[in-house]
């Protein structure tokens, strides 16, 4: 099991940017696959981003791509979200996981894991 807390969410202007991370404790966390996904209000969790073990292999949603960037760190057992040019549609509770294997996945039942979740609002 992996334990996850992320941190870095707030609120912020359209337009703006802001960083959020994920910092995994637990079984190894450089031998598995990392997402970002996220809930808004009545909907369903969305995937937004994921990376692979090593970093290699990194998959976006089409309603982010260009905008957000994955990245992770295995020596700090860290996953980070660079989010930029923030919509009002990108606000949500996001959410870091733990995949289950090395590859990457887009799908939430791919994911073991999940931390509580950091709140993004995005004012227009």
């Known amino acids: 099991q992996v334990q996850l807390v992320e941190s870095g969410g707030g609120l912020v202007q359209a337009g703006g940017s802001l960083r959020l991370s994920c910092a995994a404790s637990g079984r190894t966390f450089s031998s598995v696959a990392m997402g970002w996904f996220r809930q808004a209000p009545g909907k369903e969790r969305d995937f937004v981003a994921a990376i692979g073990w090593s970093g290699g292999s990194i998959y976006y949603a089409n309603s982010v791509k260009g905008r957000f960037t994955i990245s992770r760190d295995n020596a700090k057992n860290t996953v980070y979200l660079q989010m930029n040019s923030l919509k009002p549609e990108d606000t949500a509770v996001y959410y870091c996981?733990?995949?289950?294997?090395?590859?990457?996945?887009?799908?939430?039942?791919?994911?073991?894991?999940w931390g509580q979740g950091t709140q993004v609002t995005v004012s227009s």
């Open positions: 996981a733990a995949g289950r294997t090395p590859l990457t996945g887009t799908r939430v039942s791919e994911y073991d894991d």
